[in-house]
């Protein structure tokens, strides 16, 4: 019942910002967290950041602290994922998810977006 579609994805230089979005629709939305995950090619997915819904506290992996921002709109039911300072290794695959549950392993979440192209050239 519950969909996420994310968006803003694009080809950004080394040291660029992007903005994604991530939009969520059903009739009871009402996670505990949501958040952002990423794939690289050959690689597992990995957790990026993290925000319960009602709280709006915020976890990040250590990889992104201090460039990336996440935040969410409750009124809108939208999560964004602001990324500054982009490297090239930040190149993946973002995808956003829910879930029922407070926690960063990508098992926990119950809902995923089909995922949006960042790419950062060097």
């Known amino acids: 019942q519950v969909q996420l579609v994310e968006s803003g994805g694009g080809l950004v230089q080394a040291g660029g910002s992007l903005r994604l979005s991530c939009a969520a629709s059903g009739r009871t939305f009402s996670p505990n967290t949501i958040g952002w995950f990423r794939q690289a090619p050959g690689k597992e997915r990995e957790f990026v950041a993290a925000s319960t819904w009602i709280g709006g506290r915020t976890y990040y992996a250590d990889s992104v602290k201090g460039r990336f921002t996440i935040s969410r709109d409750t009124a809108k039911n939208t999560v964004s994922l602001q990324m500054n300072s982009l490297k090239p290794e930040d190149t993946a695959v973002y995808y956003c998810?829910?879930?029922?549950?407070?926690?960063?392993?990508?098992?926990?979440?119950?809902?995923w977006g089909q995922g949006t192209q960042v790419t950062v050239s060097s």
């Open positions: 998810a829910a879930s029922s549950k407070v926690g960063v392993a990508s098992r926990q979440y119950d809902y």
